[in-house]
């Protein structure tokens, strides 16, 4: 009927597209990574993210969630929002990552580099 089954406000005018992953929506605003919970709207967490400058991907396989910065880092969170891991690269990482279904990130940076890192954090 068109009617909206929730509504869920990120008070940031950069708010991202969203990137699903389970029943969990993730988007990036004011430098912070946020998680959603698709059926309810409720903001499950947020994490404040140094020079955020890209919007987050995730992984359906890992559950894990990445994103770039302004200051050449591409940076691993877990479902939960913990860090894991964060790599340095060439340039900027402004657009999002892809997070293969081969098992490989796929990330492009502002100097023109396409990078391909295989995730294999053990928690």
């Known amino acids: 009927n068109g009617r909206p089954q929730w509504s869920c406000r990120i008070a940031y005018n950069d708010l991202s597209a969203p990137a699903l992953c389970g029943d969990t929506l993730y988007m990036s605003a004011g ?3 946020y998680a959603v919970d698709a059926g309810t709207g409720s903001i499950i967490w947020h994490d404040p993210v140094k020079n955020l400058a890209s919007p987050p991907a995730a992984d359906s396989g890992t559950g894990r969630v990445y994103a770039g910065s302004s200051d050449n880092y591409v940076f691993v969170l877990s479902s939960t929002g913990r860090s894991h891991w964060l790599r340095e690269l060439d340039g ?17 940076t502002d100097k023109g580099s396409l990078y391909k890192i295989k995730d294999n954090w053990k928690e």
């Open 31 to 33: 430098k912070k990574v």
């Open 92 to 108: 900027q990482v402004t657009r999002a990552p892809l997070a293969g279904a081969d098992g490989y990130l796929y990330i492009f």
